[in-house]
Nanobody
Framework: QVQLVQSGGGLVQAGDSLRLSCAVS????????MAWFRQAPGKEREFVAR????????YYSDPVKGRFTISRDSAKNTVYLQMNSLKAEDTGVYYC????????????WGQGAQVTVSS
């Protein structure tokens, strides 16, 4: 089993920065991919970014590309999402997720963190 515990989030103004953290514990030795998703009020959950656990190769959705950075601290088994130049449309609940397979489904999820960006 794998456990994901998130920290971070909060209320910021447009243009500000914020960092989310996701601590990974349990059977981390065969992790394959970590990702961040978000869900805005009244909308479906959407993909934000992902990072390969072994290669640190990162991939971003178009709305956040150039503003958000996903990274991993292997010593701490923690994944981060650095969010810069935040916009009101970035508001939502952010979730980290993990998988141990090449299949696209994510079986492990964090508890979620609210990010509110005021304009």
């Amino acid at each position: 089993q794998v456990q994901l515990v998130q920290s971070g989030g909060g209320l910021v103004q447009a243009g500000d920065s914020l960092r989310l953290s996701c601590a990974v514990s349990g059977r981390t030795f065969n992790m394959y991919m970590m990702a961040w998703f978000r869900q805005a009020p009244g909308k479906e959950r959407e993909f934000v970014a992902r990072i390969n656990w072994n290669t640190d190769y990162a991939y971003y959705s178009d709305p956040v590309k150039g503003r958000f950075t996903i990274s991993r601290d292997s010593a701490k088994n923690t994944v981060y999402l650095q969010m810069n130049s935040l916009k009101a449309e970035d508001t939502g609940v952010y979730y980290c997720a993990g998988r141990q397979s090449v299949l696209p489904e994510y079986p492990y999820w964090g508890q979620g963190a609210q990010v509110t960006v005021s304009s």
